[in-house]
């Protein structure tokens, strides 16, 4: 398992261990490095032998999450970081991305199927988190807010 933390770490990197793929790292909340972690999240579920539907399912909802705690959650402050703890196998890929933010009420989130906001351009997040993913869990508190995706694995 590889550890990082600071705003100069080298791009992430995953290690295999018996349970699979794990990382544990922080990035800065600086929208460019969400690209890291996006190619690190192939990596891994290629490296596990992921189908490619699920891959795809896994890459979209790491991503929203990702840019979500470094736009929202930090408000693109690169003195605040982004906590991504991750552990992909054959059977489960989970991740936690944790932020410094104050969360959000999820009840007072509008329906984006609702006809009143069917062209509005943002406020689809957690329909495609809940849509592509088979756990979604909010963990807001005092001092910031973790978001766990999990997805069960199917390999090609």
Do not use: W
Not at 49 to 62: F, K, S
């Amino acid at each position: 398992m590889r550890k990082d933390k600071g705003s100069d770490m080298s791009p992430p990197q995953s290690s295999p261990s018996q349970d699979g793929e794990m990382v544990d790292l922080y990035i800065p909340s600086l929208p460019e490095r969400a690209t890291d972690v996006d190619r690190l999240i192939d990596q891994m579920t290629l490296q596990v032998g992921y189908a490619e539907d699920i891959r795809g399912d896994i890459m979209i909802a790491v991503n929203e999450v990702v840019k979500n705690a470094i736009l929202h959650g930090n408000k693109c402050d690169a003195s605040k970081s982004v906590h991504i703890l991750c552990r992909c196998n054959p059977e489960e890929f989970c991740i936690s991305i944790s932020d410094k933010g104050k969360g959000f009420d999820l009840n007072a989130v509008p329906d984006p199927l609702d006809p009143d906001n069917l062209l509005k351009e943002s406020g689809r997040g957690l329909f495609i988190l809940r849509a592509l993913m088979d756990r979604v869990d909010f963990d807001m508190r005092s001092d910031g807010t973790t978001v766990t995706i999990v997805k069960y694995g199917r390999q090609t």
